[in-house]
């Protein structure tokens, strides 16, 4: 299976902020790697897809870069809804399998 | 937009089975993938696997394989994921998903989320 580890696990960060997180990839994925957002309490929310497109209706301060088995996910001036967990997620072969979760807290 | 809808929260005891319904509306649902995914504390997001209900075709996690079973009714376009022998480690959420296709599968369109406690 290829595994998805995300960095940091953690993150404190004010609103207006920009922030970064990081996913490796354990074997080449080329670009099939996708993001999403979770709230407490509710399912994952599509974000991006084939690295760095931007799902309709997603805001245009989420931008993502990267490609093989390094990728980034960067928000731009933090606003107060995207407290939440974000999770990387590679589509480019079976089983599917997601990061462990980048948990992104209010400072 | 797509919609799926999942049934109600289930309380079960170890080595008892499961089966949870996933209703999907606004889409054709014979042409397109619904997976499964489960959120277990301290294991994340799984993905546990994929039915195309226009031919009842599925893909399975080869971790699951064997223990989950993915099923379609077409005639009310629902989606069945089922379970036996459970145990406490296969408490958490369970959600169904439309995978849309094109740079690999993933899922774009999700239920509500299933909770399954499995406790004696």
């Not at chain 2, 319904?21 to 504390?41: A, E, H, K, L, Y």
């Amino acid at each position: 299976d290829i595994r998805m580890t995300q960095s940091p696990s953690s993150l404190s960060a004010s609103v207006g902020d920009r922030v970064t997180i990081s996913c490796r990839a354990s074997q080449n994925i080329d670009n099939f790697l996708v993001w999403y957002q979770q709230k407490p309490g509710k399912a994952p929310k599509l974000l991006m897809y084939a690295v760095s497109t931007l799902e309709s209706g997603v805001p245009s301060r989420f931008s993502a870069s990267g490609s093989g088995t390094d990728f980034t996910l960067t928000i731009t001036s933090l606003q107060p809804e995207d407290f939440a967990t974000y999770y990387c997620y590679q589509s480019f072969t079976t089983p599917y399998t997601f990061g462990q979760g980048t948990k992104l807290e209010i400072k | 937009e797509v919609r799926l809808v999942q049934s109600g929260a289930e309380l079960k005891k170890p080595g008892e089975t499961l089966k949870i319904s996933c209703m999907v509306s606004g889409n054709v649902f014979t042409d397109d993938w619904i997976g499964w995914v489960r959120q277990v504390p301290g294991k994340g997001l799984e993905w546990l696997g994929n039915i195309y209900p226009g031919d009842s075709d599925t893909v399975y996690n080869p971790s699951f394989q064997g223990q989950v079973t993915i099923s379609a009714d077409k005639s009310i376009a629902t989606a069945y994921l089922h379970r036996s022998s459970l145990t406490a480690s296969d408490t958490g959420i369970y959600y169904c998903a439309r995978h849309r296709t094109g740079s690999g599968w993933y899922p774009d369109y999700w239920g509500q989320g299933t909770l399954v406690t499995v406790s004696s």
